[in-house]
């Protein structure tokens, strides 16, 4: 396939339009969507021999995939994404979720690596199952495309110099100190190979950090920064792709709060890089002219429904520095840009005033989302928070109007030196066609596999539920039993208890009893001895004695 530019999909103006999506918002009606989507879950760019092994002397997990592409359980988790894009736009009417739609009025592009490309390749996948679906993106594969590529594009001194002011002055307002403390104590950096010979070395202090903004290259920093953005993206990666908790950190890090702060370090790499107003509006001035062309230059009756474009953390960085999005929080998130997210440029038609407005939204997975592979659907959604840019009023309902967007883009891009849109000729355009469709059948493949991964995942899951169910109720069962057991234990004791109290004092009063009768009937004996006796001796003492004479007869008269 040639090399996409700005004009790439001048060629769809081309091809047929499809009809209007039906009202699903009251009196808005949603007629485009532009989803610009970082990357899903990767493993680390720096590998073992690189600064993660210089930083520590500690070992770090194996990863099955080489490093900085996707994993397959990024694969999963853009298929979720895609399954909940669906489902939305077909809640908004703009796609049928019953049918594939027209392939020319859903385009697909990602930067030229393979993280982005899968990505969006598993993306399809999920939200158009079975529908032939292409992801354009320059032959050269493992090279970056100018559009997503955010590297100087100003080749003066003078332009040079004030860049890295800029970088150095957005890090020295940032306070990472308590970070990096907690960092260096984590990795043992005092240690470190990196530390070999040094009398004195942490892994702390802004006045370390070197900065370069080279023409043709991406602005850079050497330093703490740029060792701790690597530490700290590594932990980020194994907590997300579900390693052991003892893995993750080594098992160190153990609450929020120390991601929150280690997340810092991350956070602000990013900005110290990508997001002052004079490196962003340089470096993602590609990209806007890219949007604007999409989503402005276009005829809309012809334009796509929906475009997918995948890049990095980094264009997105700088993409909402130079439109100049105002400040935004991602609740159940500690990274500014994370993964899989996206910024969804949303044109909606006010059928009521008959004009266009403007919503934008972040839609992302939240990190518990990530690690536990969360299926999304329309009950169990991703996060959605609205963002709004300067120069751009939004409304109660969160609406802008289309015309002040416009303002904004083309303000953004005033001064800058871009590559001038050239149509292809009806020659180019129908050997773009043929690529687009040759490429086809080399997505079906990772579809296949995307879909079987997601399907495994999904049995995985249910299976595991089921189990879980399972073994909780047999966990109850036996709770009950136990329960029961230990209740007919403790009154058989109580019961035995009662019987021998119950058997003691029968007892005791058997006994008394017994006591008390023999003594009676020893007292009745000795009574009756008494009494015999005493008989005995009245008898005796009224018989006369045998020595005194017997009374003397009366005579007869």
């Given at each position: 396939?040639k090399?996409?530019?700005?004009?790439?999909?001048?060629?769809?103006?081309?091809l047929?339009a499809?009809?209007?999506?039906?009202?699903?918002?009251g009196?808005?009606?949603l007629?485009?969507?532009?989803?610009?989507?970082?990357?899903n879950?990767?493993?680390?760019?720096?590998?073992?021999?690189?600064?993660?092994?210089?930083?520590?002397?500690?070992?770090?997990?194996?990863?099955q995939?080489?490093?900085?592409?996707?994993?397959?359980?990024?694969?999963i988790?853009?298929?979720?994404m895609?399954?909940?894009?669906?489902?939305?736009?077909?809640?908004?009417?703009l796609?049928?979720?019953?049918?594939?739609?027209?392939?020319?009025?859903?385009?697909?592009?990602?930067?030229?690596?393979?993280?982005?490309?899968?990505?969006a390749q598993?993306?399809?996948?999920?939200?158009?199952?079975?529908?032939?679906?292409?992801?354009?993106?320059?032959?050269?594969?493992?090279?970056?495309?100018?559009?997503f590529?955010?590297?100087?594009?100003?080749?003066?001194?003078a332009?040079?110099?004030?860049?890295?002011?800029a970088?150095?002055?957005?890090?020295?307002?940032?306070d990472?100190?308590a970070?990096?403390?907690q960092?260096?104590?984590?990795?043992?950096?005092?240690n470190?190979?990196?530390?070999?010979?040094k009398?004195?070395?942490v892994?702390?202090g802004?006045?370390?950090?070197?900065f370069?903004a080279?023409?043709?290259a991406?602005?850079?920093?050497?330093?703490?920064?740029?060792?701790?953005?690597?530490?700290?993206?590594?932990?980020?990666?194994?907590y997300?792709?579900?390693?052991p908790?003892?893995?993750?950190?080594?098992?160190?890090?153990?609450?929020?709060?120390?991601?929150?702060?280690?997340?810092?370090?991350?956070?602000?790499?990013?900005?110290?890089?990508?997001?002052?107003?004079?490196?962003?509006?340089?470096?993602?001035?590609?990209?806007?002219?890219?949007i604007?062309?999409?989503?402005?230059?276009?005829d809309?009756a012809?334009?796509?429904?929906?475009?997918l474009?995948?890049?990095?953390?980094?264009?997105?960085?700088?993409?909402?520095?130079?439109?100049?999005?105002t400040?935004?929080?991602?609740?159940?998130q500690?990274?500014?840009?994370?993964?899989?997210?996206?910024?969804v440029?949303?044109?909606?038609?006010?059928?009521?005033n008959?004009?266009d407005?403007l919503?934008?939204?972040?839609?992302?997975?939240?990190?518990?989302?990530?690690?536990?592979?969360?299926?999304l659907?329309?009950k169990?959604?991703?996060?959605?928070?609205?963002?709004s840019l300067?120069?751009?009023?939004?409304?109660?309902?969160?609406?802008?109007?289309?015309?002040?967007?416009?303002?904004?883009?083309?303000?953004?891009?005033?001064?800058?030196?871009?590559?001038?849109?050239?149509?292809?000729?009806?020659?180019?355009?129908?050997?773009?066609?043929s690529?687009?469709q040759?490429?086809?059948?080399?997505?079906n493949?990772?579809?296949?596999q995307?879909?079987a991964?997601?399907?495994?995942?999904?049995?995985?899951?249910?299976?595991?539920?089921?189990a879980?169910?399972?073994k909780?109720?047999a966990?109850?069962?036996?709770?009950?039993?136990?329960?029961?057991?230990?209740?007919?234990?403790?009154?058989?004791?109580?019961?035995?208890?009662?019987?021998?109290k119950?058997?003691?004092e029968q007892?005791?009063?058997?006994?008394?009893?017994?006591?008390?009768?023999?003594?009676?009937?020893?007292?009745a004996?000795?009574?009756k001895?008494?009494a015999?006796?005493?008989?005995?001796?009245?008898?005796?003492?009224?018989?006369?004695?045998?020595?005194?004479?017997a009374?003397?007869?009366?005579?007869?008269?």
């Amino acid at each position: 396939m040639k090399k996409f530019t700005v004009c790439a999909l001048s060629l769809l103006t081309l091809l047929p339009a499809s009809g209007v999506a039906l009202a699903a918002n009251g009196d808005y009606q949603l007629e485009q969507v532009l989803m610009f989507s970082r990357h899903n879950l990767r493993a680390p760019l720096a590998n073992n021999g690189s600064v993660l092994e210089q930083a520590t002397k500690k070992s770090w997990p194996e990863w099955q995939v080489p490093g900085g592409e996707l994993t397959i359980k990024g694969g999963i988790l853009e298929v979720y994404m895609g399954n909940y894009t669906r489902a939305w736009l077909d809640e908004q009417g703009l796609v049928d979720k019953s049918a594939c739609p027209d392939p020319s009025r859903i385009f697909a592009y990602a930067n030229s690596l393979q993280r982005t490309v899968a990505t969006a390749q598993y993306f399809v996948t999920g939200a158009f199952p079975g529908c032939d679906i292409p992801v354009t993106h320059q032959d050269a594969m493992g090279t970056m495309d100018p559009i997503f590529n955010p590297v100087i594009t100003n080749s003066t001194d003078a332009f040079q110099q004030q860049a890295v002011a800029a970088m150095k002055a957005a890090s020295d307002k940032q306070d990472l100190k308590a970070a990096f403390q907690q960092l260096d104590k984590l990795v043992d950096y005092k240690n470190a190979p990196a530390c070999k010979g040094k009398k004195q070395c942490v892994l702390e202090g802004n006045a370390q950090n070197t900065f370069s903004a080279k023409n043709g290259a991406e602005p850079g920093v050497s330093g703490p920064l740029r060792t701790g953005n690597a530490l700290v993206d590594a932990f980020t990666l194994q907590y997300y792709e579900g390693f052991p908790s003892d893995q993750v950190a080594w098992g160190q890090i153990k609450t929020d709060e120390q991601w929150k702060q280690l997340s810092q370090i991350k956070n602000g790499y990013q900005d110290a890089l990508f997001t002052s107003s004079e490196v962003a509006s340089n470096v993602a001035a590609p990209l806007i002219d890219y949007i604007r062309s999409e989503l402005i230059d276009q005829d809309p009756a012809n334009a796509p429904k929906v475009t997918l474009m995948v890049g990095h953390d980094s264009n997105i960085a700088s993409l909402l520095s130079a439109l100049k999005f105002t400040p935004y929080t991602l609740p159940g998130q500690f990274e500014k840009t994370p993964i899989g997210g996206q910024i969804v440029f949303q044109r909606w038609h006010d059928t009521k005033n008959n004009k266009d407005l403007l919503k934008i939204e972040y839609v992302y997975q939240t990190s518990e989302q990530l690690r536990n592979a969360t299926p999304l659907s329309l009950k169990t959604p991703p996060q959605r928070v609205a963002l709004s840019l300067e120069g751009c009023q939004v409304d109660a309902k969160g609406f802008c109007d289309w015309e002040q967007f416009k303002t904004v883009l083309n303000t953004a891009l005033q001064g800058k030196q871009l590559q001038a849109k050239v149509a292809p000729d009806a020659d180019s355009a129908a050997a773009m066609v043929s690529a687009a469709q040759d490429k086809v059948a080399q997505n079906n493949t990772a579809a296949a596999q995307a879909k079987a991964a997601a399907e495994k995942a999904e049995a995985d899951r249910i299976a595991a539920e089921k189990a879980a169910k399972e073994k909780a109720e047999a966990d109850r069962i036996a709770a009950e039993a136990d329960a029961q057991a230990k209740a007919s234990a403790e009154q058989a004791k109580k019961d035995q208890a009662a019987a021998d109290k119950e058997a003691a004092e029968q007892a005791v009063a058997e006994k008394k009893a017994a006591e008390e009768k023999a003594a009676a009937e020893k007292k009745a004996a000795a009574e009756k001895k008494a009494a015999a006796e005493k008989a005995a001796e009245e008898k005796k003492a009224a018989q006369p004695s045998a020595s005194e004479p017997a009374a003397a007869k009366p005579a007869a008269q």
